[in-house]
């Protein structure tokens, strides 16, 4: 196979392992001042930066570092515990756009990834309550 043929995951076209700690720690900040989603989350947020930074490493095709240590996903099954309506799912988007912006992703790269957390950012939607 040429070099041409191969496929570029999105782990990599973005930079790698480096770019996703960058992206994770850029992330969570945004969250914890968010209205609508800090109240769902811990204040020791550390613990679920690590699980985000193994999951979105295997989710955009890098080593599948969170089945590894943790088994199959079942992200929505883990999000079941927390109310999320179709709010959440805009409002955590718009932090995670705001952390690509933040550790300078193109906006071609940017485009790519939140397209690609788009379907399970609106498929962990549990309710259309917003108490
Ligand atoms: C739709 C809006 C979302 C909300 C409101 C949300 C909220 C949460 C909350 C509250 C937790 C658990 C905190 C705890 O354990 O106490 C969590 C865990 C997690 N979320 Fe989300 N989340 C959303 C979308 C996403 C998306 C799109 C992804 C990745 C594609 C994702 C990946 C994860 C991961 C990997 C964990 C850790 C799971 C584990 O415990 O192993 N979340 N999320």
Redesign the pocket.
């Known amino acids: 196979m040429s070099e041409q043929d191969q496929k570029v995951t999105i782990y990599d076209w973005i930079g790698g392992e480096e770019t996703l700690r960058q992206i994770v720690e850029a992330f969570y900040p945004k969250?914890q001042l968010d209205p609508?989603?800090s109240p769902?989350?811990?204040e020791d947020i550390l613990?679920?930066m690590e699980?985000?930074h193994?999951?979105?490493t295997q989710?955009l095709g890098g080593p599948s570092l969170?089945s590894d240590q943790?088994g199959h996903?079942m992200?929505r099954a883990?999000?079941m515990?927390?109310p999320?309506t179709p709010a959440?799912?805009?409002?955590?988007?718009s932090c995670?756009e705001q952390a690509l912006v933040e550790v300078g992703l193109s906006a071609e790269m940017r485009e790519v990834v939140i397209q690609?957390?788009?379907a399970?950012?609106?498929?962990?939607?549990n309710t259309h309550e917003s108490n």
């Open positions: 969250v609508l989603l769902l989350f811990p613990p679920i699980k985000q193994l999951f979105l989710f969170y943790y996903p992200m883990r999000h515990p927390f999320i959440h799912a805009a409002a955590w988007l995670m690609r957390l788009s399970p950012a609106y498929h962990f939607v």
